[in-house]
């Protein structure tokens, strides 16, 4: 009987509350939210590689190189040279695989060649990463040299259907086209997996044959990963890594003494640890650990926002209650009764705001999807018990203040009372407490999205030292049948309707495509830094759009401007030109760009005069800094060049179109790997700007929640100083300084939070613009414009209210209770 008059008691109170109910259920549903997204969010990203079957045992071989000059490099790619000594050195390992990246053209007979991603890999790959197979088996996938191993989708894209076992293709590698057969079909591999493999193949001995990487220490074009019994022996490994670099690294002398080192990367840290270690020089599957850990707390702050809400409307409404709290005493309920009732309430009006924040999360799922890159799906399994420990925890927290408060009510004294309880001043001060929380989170949150999305806007539009606009991009492999065409290409796309020019370097934006090289000053010759090469062909500045800040660029009409031969090969002069850019100047020890003119380097027996210092040119993420870079005039054969093509006023697409039917005409059986520079360069990008648009949605989410609030707190207490105003109004006070004193009193709390929010804001973005190497500043503006609008929110948010009290009769509020 009890129970059904306390549910009797709470569906009428509902009925006679409906403005309170909605804003319960819209703030706290909105807040759950957002909790759910972000935690499904982060829960993806810190479960990266983890159902990999035996993860923990897998590492990846990695380079570090600590040149003169440059930044520490920690690179994922290393020489194929250390992959047979180390399985000979050291039996701790269990199974190992080369892992070499390549872009080939697949023909299946039928219809015109496609270019897949392929992987090449040892036969023991399937030893190291156990992939479901969908048909064949691992020990028989990769077992001889034309077997190939392919995924459910590269399946149906090349054959439209993934019964493909048994079937052949054909893979032009190195002007070789060898005949393959289907061996096994894997499914494809979740998103978020390190290594996520479309087609994998056996090393073909004629990669091996030419390959540097397999012949050279220095070269670094693929991955090694090892597999071992347990951390002991990947740790023993490890610890015999230099002494390995020792013995078995045929290096020149200057490379073993310590610029040269191996190391070790488990499987399960390479996701966070790749972006942070290669500058964002990676492929693309990495994450930043400080953003995974910001979203998560953004989604907690925004569940605590939505529940200080609830929570302050449950204390501030308790008030209006307390006249059936003492009825209901007079008739013998007693306290541990009256307490079970209003937690049992509390907790019932949270079911609804659980079921709207489950279906927003349903909704929203795959929007976050796609502005974060992310592949995130809902594991009710995983959410159910979450959202029943919020539902209890919210609830016990909302319902304990004031049940502990009403059901210590003294019946007679409230009976007798004129007025009913407002809570006291500890009331008050608890709610205004509480919005400054609220208001703290919410400030210090919309500043660090502004902050975010003004880094993604600088990044966007800063000078990387050349144009993008209309430039498009041709990688060449290096094979005999592409270095022998390399100026047949470039003169068949000079001769395109809408090319305005074309050159050729062997630099591009993507990861490590340059080599390095030492020179000397000749009048400091203990001045010998690092500097990248690049070797450029004509037109370069006209086609990159490069800006020369001294001296000039290449001149044929210069003597000493002669093209050279890469790799300074038979035949190069014994003084020839050389450009270089601000970042080289200022790390030869030149204080001014034009200082450097006609100074000497000095490489080997030859000797380069500086013409000319460009402006820094970025072909890589804006987290790393630029490297100090050399340029050589060449007109020979490049090997692993790209062709640049300067286009008019075309559309993207039909200028890419037009290249590749002139690449056809040449290369038909080799992978055309051809895009507009802006494209290449975004996935540099990206990941910032997405990033800006989730904060900002995040931050709007914010405000919204503190405003519904602030609304809710303010109608009530708006309407329970009704009293109160009529009797200013009687003593002379009018409409405007009763409308001042309620704004001043609703906007303090907003105000005050400021001074948590600006400290808090501050530190967080100082520590995120650290990692760029080209950042925003933060300025006062960017504080003081967020404050500015959250005031003017809140005050938009309470007007209705205030302006409604502050003009009431003051004849009708002294009646009013």
Request: charge should be positive.
């Amino acid at each position: 009987m009890l129970i059904a008059n306390a549910l009797v008691a709470f569906y009428r109170s509902t009925l006679r509350h409906r403005l309170y109910v909605a804003l319960n259920i819209a703030g706290l549903g909105l807040g759950i939210a957002v909790f759910l997204v972000l935690s499904l969010v982060a829960r993806y990203e810190y479960g990266f590689d983890r159902a990999v079957p035996d993860a923990a045992d897998i590492y990846r071989l990695d380079e570090i190189w600590n040149l003169p000059g440059r930044t520490l490099i920690h690179a994922p790619e290393v020489s194929f040279m250390a992959f047979d000594p180390l399985r000979t050195d050291f039996p701790q390992i269990r199974a190992a695989t080369r892992l070499a990246p390549r872009r080939a053209a697949i023909d299946t007979g039928h219809g015109d060649p496609v270019t897949i991603p392929v992987d090449f890999v040892d036969p023991g790959f399937l030893d190291v990463f156990s992939l479901a197979l969908r048909d064949g088996t691992a020990g028989d996938a990769l077992a001889a040299p034309d077997r190939v191993a392919v995924s459910e989708s590269t399946a149906r894209r090349l054959f439209g259907t993934v019964r493909a076992r048994g079937r052949r293709i054909f893979i032009t590698v190195d002007d070789r086209r060898t005949l393959y057969t289907v061996s096994a079909v894997f499914r494809d591999v979740p998103r978020d997996r390190t290594l996520r493999p479309d087609l994998l193949a056996a090393f073909p001995q004629a990669m091996k044959d030419v390959m540097p990487a397999f012949h050279i220490w220095e070269s670094s074009s693929g991955q090694i990963w090892l597999r071992f019994r347990s951390a002991a022996d990947a740790n023993a490994l490890a610890a015999g890594l230099p002494d390995f670099v020792r013995r078995r690294a045929s290096m020149p002398p200057q490379l073993q003494s310590g610029w040269y080192k191996l190391a070790l990367m488990p499987l399960l840290d390479a996701h966070f640890r790749d972006l942070h270690l290669y500058g964002g020089d990676d492929d693309g599957n990495s994450a930043d650990r400080r953003v995974v850990d910001a979203l998560q707390i953004v989604g907690v702050l925004a569940l605590v926002a939505a529940a200080i809400n609830y929570v302050n409307l449950a204390t501030a409404r308790a008030g209006l209650r307390a006249r059936e709290v003492a009825l209901r005493k007079v008739l013998g309920a007693t306290r541990p009764h009256l307490l079970a009732q209003f937690l049992a309430e509390s907790i019932l009006l949270l079911i609804p705001c659980a079921v709207l924040g489950l279906a927003l999360t349903e909704i929203a799922l795959p929007f976050v999807d796609g502005l974060g890159g992310w592949s995130v799906r809902i594991d009710y399994l995983w959410l159910i018990p979450r959202l029943v420990a919020i539902v209890l925890v919210v609830g016990i927290a909302a319902g304990l203040y004031p049940a502990l408060v009403l059901s210590g009510y003294r019946p007679a004294a409230v009976l007798a009372a004129a007025r009913q309880p407002a809570g006291g001043r500890m009331g008050r001060r608890l709610r205004n407490a509480l919005v400054v929380m609220q208001f703290s989170f919410a400030v210090a949150f919309a500043i660090c999205t502004l902050v975010v999305n003004a880094q993604a806007s600088f990044l966007r539009q800063a000078d990387r030292g050349f144009r993008q606009d209309r430039l498009f991009l041709v990688s060449l492999e290096s094979s005999r049948k592409i270095d022998a065409r390399q100026q047949s290409i470039m003169d068949h796309f000079r001769a395109l309707p809408g090319v305005r020019s074309v050159t050729l370097s062997d630099r591009q934006p993507r990861p490590n495509s340059q080599s390095n090289d030492t020179f000397k000053r000749a009048d400091r010759p203990q001045t010998d830094p690092l500097l990248t090469v690049e070797w450029v062909g004509r037109d370069y500045v006209r086609t990159y759009g490069a800006t020369l800040l001294a001296g000039r660029w290449f001149d044929a009409a210069h003597g000493q401007d002669t093209a050279l031969k890469p790799g300074y090969a038979d035949g190069t002069p014994a003084t020839a030109s050389i450009v270089i850019n601000e970042q080289a100047s200022r790390t030869l020890g030149f204080s001014d760009p034009s200082q450097a003119l006609g100074h000497v380097l000095i490489k080997g027996q030859i000797r380069f005069v500086i013409i000319g210092v460009t402006r820094d040119v970025r072909f890589r993420s804006p987290r790393a800094p630029v490297d100090p870079q050399v340029y050589l005039r060449t007109d020979d054969m490049v090997p692993f060049a790209v062709i640049a093509v300067r286009a008019d006023s075309v559309p993207p697409q039909v200028m890419l179109d037009r290249l590749q039917a002139a690449w056809r005409t040449l290369a038909p059986d080799m992978p055309f790997m051809g895009e507009a520079a802006a494209t290449r360069l975004a996935p540099y990008f990206q990941p910032d700007a997405r990033r800006g648009q989730l904060f900002t949605l995040g931050a709007v989410v914010a405000v919204a929640i503190a405003c519904i609030g602030l609304y809710g707190l303010s109608s009530f207490s708006a309407a329970r100083r009704i009293h109160e105003i009529g009797i200013r109004k009687t003593l002379g006070a009018n409409t405007r300084q009763v409308l001042a004193l309620l704004i001043g009193q609703f906007l303090r709390p907003v105000l005050l939070a400021n001074l948590i929010a600006w400290p808090a804001a501050w530190v967080a973005m100082r520590g995120w613009l650290a990692g760029f190497d080209e950042r925003v500043g933060l300025s006062p503006l960017q504080f003081a414009t967020v404050s500015l609008l959250a005031a003017l929110l809140s005050l938009l948010t309470i007007l209705g209210q205030t302006i409604r009290v502050a003009r009431a009769e003051p004849a009708k509020a002294l009646r009013h209770e």
